[in-house]
């Protein structure tokens, strides 16, 4: 009797529901509570933001891939719509309409599709469209409306100083903790999101609930966000026990800045993150790291977005050295 035969098929041999196109709505989807909570601060400030950031990634990824690469549109797959959003998320609410379009363009243009496309960029694009505006408009990208105070104005908004801002400025001018933090928000209001900054500052808690559904929907894993927060956490902590006038205090850290939409919705795309849970482990206590040393002694009152950027540049190292097992590899006994 003649053997059944073999058929040979190019991987990948295990299939799964989960698609990139359904983690891209996920992480969408996590991100509305924040949305809503940066909605209600910032008013329409807000929804313009995100509105024209998010038309604009889309638009700039059709155009490009239909008339400069000739290849396939893939704008339905919701990875556009995701850069767009946390690209709105980065900046401030209000930010002038054209400014946040050369974002846009940077982000999808440069970043990701001049790589190829989804999967192949080295870079978070949203973060590379962030720094962009950074460098060449670091006024413009630094006045922060007042929270709830203009949540129904859509231009003109009184600007202030973030959390962080406040903190570095007033320690440079020789100021302790105990002066500044009168003019700190407290525990409250960070955690609630009545403060100024960003839209993708705003509420802690409503970041958290987000990261926690990413998790339960295992989109992410714990180890690059807890590690990150962690390490921050030990850090600022280790600077504030040694002198607590000049140095906030970890929780002050944690809950103001990026931190918590770095943590959990950057540091941890799938692309630009390594592939082993050590390899995530190395990666995530560097951004952590390098986010600590840029606010205490760097320009930037807040790092997260460098630290993320720059370890971007080693996950292929970390992924050199710490390789998964191959499929059908068998480990080593160990002698007695």
Known sequence: MDSPPIVISASPHVHSERTSKKIMYDVVIALVPAFLVSLYVFGFNALITTSIAIISCLLF????????????????????????????????????????????????????????????????????????????????????????????????????????????????????????????????????????????????????????YLMIRKVISWHIPVTILLTMAIMTGIFWSIDPEHYANPLIHLLSGGAILGAFFMATDMVTSPMTKKGMVIFAIGIGAITVIIRLYGAYPEGISFAILIMNAFVPLINSYFKPRRFGSKIKAKIM
């Open 61 to 212: 990824e059709y155009l490009i891939q239909k008339y400069l690469m000739k290849t396939e549109v893939t704008i339905t797959d919701g990875s556009a719509l995701l850069t767009g959003l946390l690209l709105a998320f980065n900046v401030p609410a209000g930010l002038p309409i054209w400014m946040i379009i050369v974002g846009s363009l940077v982000a999808i243009g440069i970043a990701k599709l001049s790589f190829g496309g989804l999967g192949f960029n080295v870079f978070n694009p949203a973060l590379v469209g962030r720094v962009f505006l950074l460098i060449c408009f670091p006024v413009q990208m630094t006045l922060w409306p007042m929270a709830v105070v203009n949540n129904t104005t859509i231009a003109d908004a009184v600007s202030g100083a973030t959390t962080l801002g406040i903190i570095k400025e007033g320690l440079q001018f020789g100021g302790t903790m105990t002066e500044l933090s009168a003019k700190l928000p407290s525990s409250v209001d960070m955690l609630l999101g009545i403060t100024g900054g960003s839209l993708g500052e705003m509420s802690a808690i409503a970041l958290l609930l987000g990261g926690l």
